[in-house]
Nanobody
Framework: QVRLVESGGGLVQPGGSLRLSCVVSGAMFRIYAMGWYRQAPGKQRELVARISSGSVTQYVDSVKGRFTISRDNAKNTVSLQMNDLKPEDTAVYYC???????????WGQGTQVTVSS
């Protein structure tokens, strides 16, 4: 059974930075594409960044130039560096392996990111 454990969220002022991490267990991590999703209050969960097994990255327009996704196959970890955070980035952030935009595995608990002054 695959387990996803996200961490690194918190409260940050606009313009600030956070680094999220997700540890994956129970899967051959290195062969899977990975992604970061987020769900804001009252909105659908959306995929905001993905990284292929070969470390090719893609981002939605709203986070391009501000967020960077990376992976460490030795540690079964995918990370999301978030800079220049905006109030509209406030959401619960989750990692998963995307198939198209849909998640392959059951969700973890997520990590809350709140951007507010």
């Amino acid at each position: 059974q695959v387990r996803l454990v996200e961490s690194g969220g918190g409260l940050v002022q606009p313009g600030g930075s956070l680094r999220l991490s997700c540890v994956v267990s129970g899967a051959m991590f290195r062969i899977y594409a990975m992604g970061w999703y987020r769900q804001a209050p009252g909105k659908q969960r959306e995929l905001v960044a993905r990284i292929s097994s070969g470390s090719v990255t893609q981002y939605v327009d709203s986070v391009k130039g501000r967020f960077t996704i990376s992976r460490d196959n030795a540690k079964n970890t995918v990370s999301l560096q978030m800079n220049d955070l905006k109030p509209e980035d406030t959401a619960v952030y989750y990692c998963n392996s995307p198939i198209g935009d849909s998640p392959k595995w059951a969700w973890g608990q997520g990590t809350q990111v709140t951007v507010s002054s």
